[in-house]
């Protein structure tokens, strides 16, 4: 019995490892966010093993019958659309669950989108802290206060529709001229990376309306 953790490409498919392509194909069930999306991944790389869905709305109920699964000794796979699972993504509550059943877990490394983003950055990235999506309504501004004094290197997910506004909100907290990273299309053609001020980025995202997954990347306070 064991939980495989496996990371899946962001946007280009040759990113796929080797080793992940082998779990997939020799565990007895995989666990996806969206059967559909992942559906095309496991085509491409002629992976035939059983698939159900495993997503925010419905992992409360199923964890449960997941651990029996284990314990039965299945080895199951789970992935998420893209990248690593349980980043902003559904995989915590089944990796908490086999934690406590001591049910072994492993983590394939593999692609996830903030790193590359971080990197590419060119701000520090010796010290950092991973934030995620911001609270949409309620608890944003709180949790943007309670940043304000952060000195290490911030990163953020958005969505392209938010951008603008984060970028603006985040300007009136920590000050317009501070250093922002924004990256978007990870790994695919139209990747693309800006960087500037949250002032002159908003200006640029507002003139030009962002499509794709971002990753937003802020420099803290002493930079």
Known sequence: MKLFVVPTPIGNLEDMTLRAIRVLKEADLILAEDTRTSGFLLKHFEIKTPMVSHHKFNEHKTVEGIVQRLKAGQIIALISDAGTPAISDPGFLVVRACVE??????????????????????????RFCFEGFLPQKKGRQTRMQSLAGETRTMVFYESPFRLVKTLTQLGEVFGTERKASVSREISKFHEETKRGTLAGLAEYYTLHQPKGEIVLIVAGLEY
Request: charged share 15%.
């Open 101 to 126: 059943n001591d049910i072994e877990v492993e983590c394939l490394p593999g692609a996830t989108a903030f790193v590359p983003a971080l990197v590419a950055s060119g701000l520090p990235n010796d």
